[in-house]
Nanobody
Framework: QVQLVESGGGSVQAGGSLRLSCAAS???????MGWFRQAPGKEREGVAV???????TYSDSVKGRFAISKDNAKNTLYLQMNSLKPEDTAMYYC????????????????WGQGTQVTVSS
């Protein structure tokens, strides 16, 4: 049973930073792990994905501001978010168990419960 638990969300002013964490347990040998977000009334969208070789993929909206990383010893995924904007406000989810297709599309089997990020102007 794969379990993903996110933490680190909160409220911050525009221009601020947050670091999200996702602790993984159970079957965690999936090649890809990623961060997704969903704002009220919008579809879930991919933010950043990392593969087992350390390769990363970012959405255009966060490129240069966010950084995804992984600590394999701790089975923990991170998302460092800098220069936050009000449009980054959303529930952020980590995911693993890639099912195929484009890595930034939400085609993953396992999801965490999410952590809320709110950015005020």
């Amino acid at each position: 049973q794969v379990q993903l638990v996110e933490s680190g969300g909160g409220s911050v002013q525009a221009g601020g930073s947050l670091r999200l964490s996702c602790a993984a347990s159970g079957y965690t040998s999936s090649y890809y792990m990623g961060w997704f977000r969903q704002a009220p009334g919008k579809e879930r969208e991919g933010v950043a994905v990392i593969d087992n070789d350390g390769g990363t993929t970012y959405s255009d909206s966060v490129k240069g501001r966010f950084a995804i990383s992984k600590d394999n010893a701790k089975n923990t995924l991170y998302l460092q978010m800098n220069s936050l904007k009000p449009e980054d406000t959303a529930m952020y989810y980590c995911a693993t168990g890639f099912e195929g297709g484009w890595v930034l599309k939400p085609g993953y089997t396992y999801w965490g419960q999410g952590t809320q990020v709110t950015v005020s102007s």
